[in-house]
Nanobody, 125 residues
Framework: QVQLVESGGGLVQAGGSLRLSCAAS????????MGWFRQAPGKEREFVAA????????YYAGSVKGRFTISRDNAKNTVYLQMNSLKPEDTAVYYCAASSKVAYYSNDPDLYDYWGQGTQVTVSS
C-alpha cells in the first residue's frame, strides 16, 4: 500500500507556471505507474498525464500536451507535474494516483489503486 500527498497548488495568473509534487510513503513509488488527474467544479474527473514505472514513457491529455510535463524521481519517492502556460480552464483540484494494474500508462481512473487528497490550482484571467 502507498500513501500519496500532493503539494504545490495555488493561485496563478494566466500564462504562469506551477509545479505540483506528489510525495509517496509506504511502498516505494517505483512499483507503480503514476498519473495526474484533475476535477473542476461540476465536472467529472479527467486524465492529465501518466508516467511509466521507470519514467521512460509518458502520456498526456491533448488539452495539456506541450504545456505540462510529468516526471518522477524514484529515489525521492516523488512524482512531479510541471505546468506552464496555464489557462483559466486548467483551474481544478489536481490529484495524484498510483496504479499497480497498468503496464506502462493509462488514462482510465478505474485502473488506479491509490489516490492523494488533491491540491487546488486556480488560474486567473
Amino acid at each position: 500500500q502507498v500513501q500519496l500527498v500532493e503539494s504545490g497548488g495555488g493561485l496563478v495568473q494566466a500564462g504562469g507556471s506551477l509545479r505540483l509534487s506528489c510525495a509517496a510513503s509506504g511502498r516505494t513509488v517505483s512499483s507503480y505507474v503514476m498519473g495526474w488527474f484533475r476535477q473542476a467544479p461540476g465536472k467529472e474527473r479527467e486524465f492529465v498525464a501518466a508516467i511509466s514505472r521507470s519514467g521512460g514513457s509518458t502520456y498526456y491529455a491533448g488539452s495539456v500536451k506541450g504545456r505540462f510535463t510529468i516526471s518522477r524521481d524514484n529515489a525521492k519517492n516523488t512524482v512531479y507535474l510541471q505546468m506552464n502556460s496555464l489557462k483559466p480552464e486548467d483551474t481544478a483540484v489536481y490529484y495524484c494516483a498510483a496504479s499497480s494494474k497498468v503496464a506502462y500508462y493509462s488514462n482510465d481512473p478505474d485502473l488506479y489503486d491509490y489516490w492523494g487528497q488533491g491540491t487546488q490550482v486556480t488560474v486567473s484571467s
